[in-house]
């Protein structure tokens, strides 16, 4: 519960030149799910699917003042991509910092993560939720 009341506390009191976001990443994928279907006259219908199920993933973050979002679909949710919004982010707000509320998976941190957040010069601040380890 702690970090919960620091980081609405950060949302809530950002400073002049700053942005506010909450991010996380979700599974895309073309295969649809199947269920039972019947005609109107009582028969089973057929529902054509792919053959090979295509998983995508969305990463995405949400600007918490204005509900802008910022999105990209990757054929991987690994740090290299993580990475990748981090930058779609900076490069939205120039001259703004940004203030980044997410879980604590361990693809947000280290790595190429690690290498934007040194690049960003204190432009760029990763807030981590607490897991529900954590709230017990």
């Known amino acids: 519960m702690k970090k919960k009341k620091e980081i ?9 030149a700053a942005v506010f976001y909450y991010a ?13 279907m019947w005609s109107p ?8 699917t792919p053959g ?8 995405g973050a949400v600007n918490y ?9 990757e054929k ?17 707000h120039p001259r703004q910092r940004v203030y980044i509320a997410w879980d604590n998976t361990d693809t947000h941190s280290g790595g190429k993560v690690e290498e934007v957040l040194r690049a960003a010069a204190g432009r760029l ?6 897991s529900l380890a954590e709230s017990d």
């Open 8 to 16: 609405a506390y950060k949302r809530e009191n950002l400073e002049m």
């Open 76 to 92: 991987r949710k690994k740090r290299e991509q993580i990475a990748k919004l981090l930058e779609d982010l900076l490069e939205k």
């Open 65 to 73: 003042h204005s509900g802008q979002t910022v999105l990209r679909v």
């Open 52 to 59: 090979q199920p295509k998983k995508h993933y969305g990463l």
């Open 24 to 36: 996380d990443e979700f599974n895309v994928t073309w295969h649809p799910t199947l269920k039972a």
């Open 125 to 130: 601040v990763l807030l981590y939720l607490q």
């Open 41 to 48: 006259v009582g028969q089973q219908v057929m529902i054509p």
